[in-house]
């Protein structure tokens, strides 16, 4: 796993930093359990008013619930 770090050094409120926290756990705990990644990347973007995070990692991907057409195979994205 790699994580990049970019901007000005911004600090967050407690209960944006866990949130954002849990996202990053949440997603490579997917990404482990689901994906066959053999690797990923998260990303942090911050500036004043501003905090981007982008997580990708090298697994098979899934389906859209719009491409499942509603059909609801779990709740994992929705909670994040």
């Given at each position: 796993?790699?994580?990049?770090?970019?901007?000005?050094?911004?600090?967050?409120?407690?209960?944006?930093?866990?949130?954002?926290?849990?996202?990053?756990?949440?997603?490579?705990?997917?990404?482990?359990?689901?994906?066959?990644?053999?690797g990923a990347?998260?990303?942090?973007?911050?500036?004043?008013?501003?905090?981007?995070?982008v997580i990708?990692?090298?697994?098979?991907?899934?389906?859209?619930?719009?491409?499942?057409?509603?059909?609801?195979?779990g709740y994992?994205?929705?909670?994040?």
């Open positions: 796993m790699r994580v990049l770090i970019r901007g000005a050094e911004v600090r967050l409120d407690a209960e944006l930093a866990l949130s954002l926290f849990r996202i990053v756990q949440e997603a490579l705990q997917n990404a482990a359990k689901h994906s066959g990644a053999e990347l998260v990303k942090l973007n911050g500036e004043p008013g501003l905090v981007r995070l990708e990692d090298s697994g098979c991907g899934f389906l859209t619930d719009v491409e499942r057409r509603g059909n609801y195979r994992g994205l929705i909670l994040m």
